[in-house]
């Protein structure tokens, strides 16, 4: 993926945090529920889960929002320049992951930070220093 510093928006960044802040807050405060990406998925696809709908429904929300978007404005372009193998894999790592660290970037680094979490706390500083670590080895390499 190439990112274009050159033409970044820190007023659509800004109101993107806001917009996915706002989403985490009323998800809570309607819910009870984290808005944990991997947290929300897992629960729709195990059996004998009671709260599909609103399961269903963010997570149709997440596919449908950037197509309501792109009627108004062009999405950004993105290029991927990995294969599709190593994307699949890279996927089914990051779904490995979140399983061993119970949780993902959105629950532990949206909600859990925000709630002063400990646990949350040290999973993203682990996130972080992997992703970190990853982009300088995979540069390194290249």
Excluded: K
Excluded at 45 to 74: E, K, V
Excluded at 84 to 103: E, N
Excluded at 136 to 142: E, N, Y
């Amino acid at each position: 993926m190439t990112i274009n510093l050159t033409q970044f928006t820190p007023f659509l960044s800004f109101s993107g945090g806001l917009l996915i802040g706002c989403a985490a807050w009323v998800l809570i405060l309607f819910c009870g529920r984290i808005a944990g990406i991997s947290g929300i998925l897992g629960g729709l696809l195990s059996s004998g889960i009671p709260d599909r709908g609103w399961r269903l429904a963010f997570l149709i929300g997440l596919i449908i929002s950037p197509a309501l978007y792109s009627l108004i404005h062009p999405l950004p372009t993105s290029e991927i320049s990995a294969s599709w193998p190593i994307v699949i894999v890279a996927g089914l790592l990051v779904g490995i992951g979140t399983r061993y660290g119970s949780g993902c970037t959105s629950g532990h680094g949206v909600c859990g930070l925000s709630r002063l979490s400990p646990r949350s706390l040290v999973a993203t500083v682990v996130f972080m220093a992997v992703a970190f670590v990853t982009v300088w080895l995979m540069g390194s390499l290249a």
